[in-house]
């Protein structure tokens, strides 16, 4: 069972950046893919950046392309989300999450930004953007 922790989240005001970190317990594994998603009250969970652990293939949700980039650090078991230019609308709780996948199929599918198709997920981290 992998345990997944997110931290990193705060508050800074638009223009600014944060990075989010997800340390996976007790190893992250080239055979999984992580995404990071969102949430505010009211609204679905909405996916803003998946990788294949593997690899370089990553997916990006079209309002935080250019803005966000999905990276990680395998001495340390984690998985960032670099987010740089926040805005407002960005302010949310992030999680992030995992799931076992065969890396054909996450590219024949490109399914990283459902939140369906992953099985493990952190606590979340706030992010709040102010203008």
């Known amino acids: 069972q992998v345990q997944l922790v997110e931290s990193g989240g705060g508050s800074v005001q638009a223009g600014g950046s944060l990075r989010l970190s997800c340390v996976a317990s007790p190893h992250i594994y080239s055979t999984t893919c992580m995404g990071w998603f969102r949430q505010v009250p009211g609204r679905e969970r909405e996916g803003v950046a998946s990788?294949?652990?593997?690899?370089?293939?990553?997916y990006y949700a079209d309002s935080v392309k250019g803005r966000f980039t999905i990276s990680q650090d395998n001495a340390k078991n984690t998985v960032y989300l670099q987010m740089n230019s926040l805005k407002p609308e960005d302010t949310a709780m992030y999680y992030c999450?995992?799931?076992?996948?065969?890396?054909?199929?996450?590219?024949?599918?490109?399914?990283?930004?459902?939140?369906?198709?992953?099985?493990?997920w952190g606590q979340g981290t706030q992010v709040t953007v102010s203008s």
């Open positions: 990788k294949y652990v593997g690899n370089s293939v990553t």
């Open positions: 999450a995992a799931t076992t996948c065969n890396y054909a199929d996450y590219v024949r599918r490109a399914w990283g930004l459902s939140e369906a198709e992953y099985r493990t």
